[in-house]
Every structure is written in C-alpha cells, then in structure tokens.
C-alpha cells in the first residue's frame, strides 16, 4: 500500500460471515470497502459499502480487477463448497501480489447419538440413498440436483432460497425458505414430510444447524458431504471477528 492512498478491502461474499465482516469493517475511516456477490440468489441481502454483482472472468479478470482497483487486502468469504471461486481467488491474489485470507466458519463435527455418513460429493451421497430411506429432506441448495435426478423410487423434499432448474428428481417438493432455521421448525418439518434421511453439505454454522439435533432426535441418518480444502497456503479466519483484526494488522501503518 502506497503512502496517501485509501486502502481498499475485497471482500468475495454471499455469506453472512462475509456480511458481518463488512459491518466490522465499514465504520473504519478512510478504507474503502467493496463486496461482491456471485449473483446467482435473487434478492440478496446486501452489505455495508460499495457492493458489485457479477463474476470477473475468472482468475485473470479477478487479478485485472485488483490491480485497476488497488485493492490491498482481498478476502475469500464466499460459501464453504464455492470450490472454483476460491482457487481464483487465490490464483488472482498472487497474480496481483495483494494478500488474501479466507473466512471459513468451522465445519460441523458429530456428537454423541449422530449417524452421518461421510461422502465426498452429491453422486456419491445418492449411491447410498436407496439403503438409506425413501423419503429424502435434501438441503445441498438448488444446484447439483441432477445428481438425484435418477432416483425415481425416493421422494425428496428440496429446500433451497430460490426455485431449483432442471435436471432434478421426478418426485420432488419444493420448500423455497431462508436460514437461519429453528430447532422446533426443524422437528415438525422432519414429522411432518415423514421423512428419514438427511442429506445436507457441511457448511458449518449455527443458521442450518438445528436439522442435525432434529435428525438426531429422531434417530435419523445424515449423509454429510465434505467441504472441499481451502487453497494452499491460504491463510484462514473462523470468525469475522478474527478476520477483521488480520485485515487490521496489514493495514496498519509501518
């Protein structure tokens, strides 16, 4: 960062940890602070600052955009399974020689009377669903649905922000509901649909939490799909909070 000139921070978002990292942040004098949503959910919630919507053309557009832009700090806040997004992210970062951490809320870990079972992807979840139940309380959002698309014998019941697209499942309700989501929503949902398996990422956090105890309490299978890795080297905060003081430390003059 060049003396006389305003920082400016990046924050790649859509999550609520990236929203609280900008309320963090923009109370801060003289930083210019700028998010940027994917675009992919309508209506989104929007954060504190300048917010831009819209893709970047990939790691070379993101690179391009750092240095047109000066951004000092870029931080990767975008959804723990946003795979593609953070490996331009960190490609990007070290094109344009601008440090980058990313902000991961923690995974979640089973406790005591869980029955998950660990899979590496959406298809590898639905090759274990028929032994699992017939009635399916899907919670991956409405992307990647065609890897249920085969399963005519199994009801789903998808719950996603916005209306999932074809390819999906035959037999399928839609649940159109934003988190964060009660313990006792979550039991009378689970009753009500009869269902008896859970199929969800493992995207941490308390917002979608509460399915996992009501799918404990009812003695429920989770079929839980790992998060991928964070890019190599990649610094990473578990909180805004911790992401704030990083970013607070690099900004802080010599």
């Given at each position: 960062?060049?003396?006389?000139?305003?920082?400016?921070?990046?924050?790649?978002?859509?999550?609520?940890?990236?929203?609280?990292?900008?309320?963090?942040?923009?109370?801060?004098?003289?930083?210019?602070?700028?998010?940027?949503?994917?675009?992919?959910?309508?209506?989104?919630?929007?954060?504190?600052?300048?917010?831009?919507?819209?893709?970047?053309?990939g790691a070379e557009g993101l690179a391009a955009w750092l240095r047109e832009h000066r951004v000092d700090v870029l931080?990767?806040?975008?959804?723990?399974?946003?795979?593609?997004?953070?490996?331009?992210?960190?490609?990007?970062?070290?094109?344009?020689?601008?440090?980058?951490?990313?902000?991961?809320?923690?995974?979640?870990?089973?406790?005591?009377?869980?029955?998950?079972?660990?899979?590496?992807?959406?298809?590898?979840?639905?090759?274990?669903?028929?032994?699992?139940?017939?009635?399916?309380?899907?919670?991956?959002?409405?992307?990647?649905?065609?890897?249920?698309?085969?399963?005519?014998?199994?009801?789903?019941?998808?719950?996603?922000?916005?209306?999932?697209?074809?390819?999906?499942?035959?037999?399928?309700?839609?649940?159109?509901?934003?988190?964060?989501?009660?313990?006792?929503?979550?039991?009378?949902?689970?009753?009500?649909?009869?269902?008896?398996?859970?199929?969800?990422?493992?995207?941490?956090?308390?917002?979608?939490?509460?399915?996992?105890?009501?799918?404990?309490?009812a003695g429920l299978p989770v079929v839980m799909v790992r998060r991928p890795p964070v890019p190599e080297g990649v610094?990473?905060?578990?909180?805004p909070e911790q992401a704030a003081g990083w970013i607070g430390e690099l900004l802080r003059p010599a």
């Amino acid at each position: 960062m060049t003396a006389m000139t305003t920082p400016h921070v990046l924050i790649l978002g859509g999550t609520t940890e990236a929203r609280r990292l900008a309320e963090l942040l923009h109370p801060t004098p003289d930083l210019t602070l700028t998010s940027s949503l994917a675009g992919r959910v309508a209506g989104p919630r929007l954060p504190p600052g300048e917010v831009r919507i819209g893709g970047f053309g990939g790691a070379e557009g993101l690179a391009a955009w750092l240095r047109e832009h000066r951004v000092d700090v870029l931080v990767d806040a975008t959804h723990p399974f946003a795979a593609r997004i953070s490996l331009h992210a960190a490609r990007a970062a070290a094109t344009a020689q601008v440090p980058l951490v990313a902000l991961r809320r923690p995974s979640w870990t089973p406790v005591a009377g869980d029955d998950w079972h660990d899979v590496g992807s959406l298809a590898e979840a639905a090759t274990l669903l028929p032994a699992l139940g017939r009635r399916v309380f899907l919670t991956t959002g409405r992307l990647g649905l065609a890897a249920f698309a085969a399963l005519d014998d199994l009801w789903f019941l998808v719950r996603s922000v916005d209306a999932p697209e074809p390819p999906h499942p035959a037999r399928m309700e839609v649940l159109l509901d934003r988190g964060p989501f009660t313990l006792d929503g979550e039991r009378e949902l689970l009753r009500g649909h009869r269902i008896d398996v859970v199929v969800t990422k493992d995207s941490g956090g308390a917002a979608t939490a509460p399915k996992l105890t009501a799918a404990r309490e009812a003695g429920l299978p989770v079929v839980m799909v790992r998060r991928p890795p964070v890019p190599e080297g990649v610094p990473v905060a578990a909180d805004p909070e911790q992401a704030a003081g990083w970013i607070g430390e690099l900004l802080r003059p010599a």
